[in-house]
């Protein structure tokens, strides 16, 4: 459950920090128009909890008129386990209408897939699916820079390519648009917003998860940034800042 005691100047000037990012990346990504009706993926773990509160307080300002929902998605045959409780109890609080949905991801039968990518897979379909049936134009992740900057690191050192995670993408010729309206936001700010708001902790870990190339990405951005500490924003600013005349 969000606090209730009294915040420090710090700490209302942390959460104003964070909601103020919010509203800047849906301004300058055109992210959420007036009457959009918004679907949010709420994992359970700290960032989707931040990217509730925070779209849930946006959407009572004047300049910006939105319907908000969320869905929880429960994966079977991961013993990855969120109090669904505590996240209804949440949801409640911040007037938010929480959708819980049962899925099974099938592991036994990826093959040499790993348990994460067929899980992800099994998850983003059900999202995608409940988005479409109940007329959201707008699905909601919890990503933020850090997630894209380590996307750009690994698809550049494992594939060659030069991509991420836009703050907006068009699915099925535009009849849904993934939105990340945290992305102007570091995991440091994001981790502060949810200690404040002192957010109710996973009952279960995933096993599985931190067992990919992300958690390398991680560990080589963290060596970077004592470095230089601006090189996370520099290498998530150069994405908009390609100067193609001097690559090969």
Known sequence: MSTH?????????????????????????QLIDNNDRVLVAVSGGKDSLVLLETLSVLRKYDFLKFELEALH?????????????????????????????????????????????????????????????????????????????????INMAYHGNISSLPAKLNMFDGAIQVIRPLILLSNKDTSEFARIKNYPKLKAECPFEDKTYRKTARDFIKQLDTFHPKAKLNFFNSMRNIDEKYLP
């Not at 005691?5 to 990504?29: C, F, M």
Request: include cysteine.
């Open 5 to 29: 005691h009294k915040l420090s100047k710090y700490q209302t000037r942390h959460i104003e920090y964070v909601k103020n990012h919010v509203a800047k990346a849906i301004g300058r990504y």
């Open 73 to 153: 998605i429960n994966v079977d045959d991961v013993p990855y386990q969120v109090d669904n409780q505590k996240l209804s109890d949440l949801a409640n609080y911040l007037s938010v209408k929480l959708h819980f949905k049962q899925i099974t991801a099938n592991l036994e039968d990826r093959g040499k897939k790993s348990p994460c990518f067929v899980c992800s897979w099994h998850r983003r379909k059900a999202l995608f699916s409940f988005a479409n049936e109940n007329g959201f134009q707008k699905l909601a992740f919890g990503h933020h820079m850090d997630d894209a900057v380590e996307t750009l690191l």
